[in-house]
């Protein structure tokens, strides 16, 4: 509740705030990421979700181990298929079960060659260090990815992931009306 509030209170006044004018739905996590898995590295991926708001929990890890916000080069073919049906994706997602199976993936060599294919669509807007605490905030459907998994201190990357999915407010001009003293 406490990251919800602090969320909306970058964008509402106090009083819409204490008058219940706003609410947002979403879903929140804590995210792991093994430092031993080089090849999971910087995959450039989009959220399902209205905004995604992250803050890093490692107090002492590689600030060159950031994220990093993409856009698609200009000479780029490539279009997103949502989440489900891209190739690329789906190789990640079943490189994670693996992960999470205790398990090396049978299909590492080729995932590293799909990541490979799939990051070169893309060229690099912005850069943000992981320093400990600092949030991030940007809109679900922007490119994002690690910029490095594997850190000199050999921690795991650890985030707080929050996933808004929809935020709704009374309007500015029925907030106006109903503060109009006649």
């Given at each position: 509740n406490n990251i919800k509030g602090a969320f909306i209170s970058l964008f509402h006044s106090e009083e819409e705030?204490?008058?219940?004018?706003?609410?947002?739905k979403g879903t929140s996590h804590f995210q792991r990421i093994?430092?031993?898995?080089?090849?999971?590295?910087?995959?450039?991926?989009?959220?399902p979700n209205l905004v995604t708001l992250m803050i890093c929990l490692n107090?002492?890890?590689?600030?060159?181990?950031?994220?990093?916000?993409?856009?698609?080069?200009?000479?780029?073919?490539?279009?997103f298929h949502g989440l489900e049906n891209d190739p690329h994706e789906m190789k990640k997602r079943q490189i994670y079960l693996d992960l999470g199976n205790g398990k090396e993936s049978d299909i590492r060599d080729e995932y590293v060659k799909s990541l490979e294919k799939?990051?070169?669509?893309f060229v690099e807007t912005i850069r943000i260090s992981n320093v400990y605490n600092r949030a991030i905030i940007f809109e679900g459907k922007q490119s994002h990815g690690a910029q490095a998994l594997s850190t000199s201190?050999?921690?795991?990357?650890?985030?707080f992931i929050s996933f808004i999915k929809k935020i709704s407010a009374v309007p500015p001009i029925t907030r106006s009306k109903s503060s109009l003293v006649l």
């Open positions: 705030i204490e008058e219940n004018l706003v609410n947002v093994p430092t031993n898995v080089k090849y999971l590295d910087g995959s450039i991926h989009q959220d107090k002492d890890y590689d600030t060159e181990c950031g994220t990093s916000i993409y856009e698609l080069r200009k000479d780029s073919v490539l279009t799939w990051n070169s669509n201190t050999n921690e795991d990357r650890l985030f």
